[in-house]
Nanobody
Framework: EVQLVESGGGLVQAGGSLRLSCAASGFSFADYAVAWFRQAPGKEREGVSCINKRDGSTYYADSVKGRFTISSDNAKDTVYLQMNSLQPEATAVYYC????????????????WGQGTQVTVSS
């Protein structure tokens, strides 16, 4: 079965850090773009960051540039999102998603999704 398995969410105080993991199961990330999205209560799902597994290029939303870092471990078929200097507005369910080809900003372009992991940042 093709799926993404996320982990690493939790409760952290403002200014703290978390690292999210997204592991591929049943397929390999090699030819995929992998993205992180988040959805806060009452808000639309928004793109946070993505990585093109073919060439390693990365992209970030303006709101997280300089604080979040996306990376991958090819041997483990896992993509990470290191989140530093977290603020309460980062509270959301974080999803990883994958699509064949180049990254795009639209959630509807991604066909494989993880179950989501809750990130809560307290003030």
């Amino acid at each position: 079965e093709v799926q993404l398995v996320e982990s690493g969410g939790g409760l952290v105080q403002a200014g703290g850090s978390l690292r999210l993991s997204c592991a591929a199961s049943g397929f390999s990330f090699a030819d995929y773009a992998v993205a992180w999205f988040r959805q806060a209560p009452g808000k639309e799902r928004e793109g946070v960051s993505c990585i093109n597994k073919r060439d390693g290029s990365t992209y970030y939303a303006d709101s997280v540039k300089g604080r979040f870092t996306i990376s991958s471990d090819n041997a483990k078929d896992t993509v990470y999102l290191q989140m530093n200097s977290l603020q309460p507005e980062a509270t959301a369910v974080y999803y990883c998603a994958a699509r064949v080809g180049a990254p795009t900003p639209g959630a509807s372009d991604y066909s494989i999704w993880g179950q989501g992991t809750q990130v809560t940042v307290s003030s």
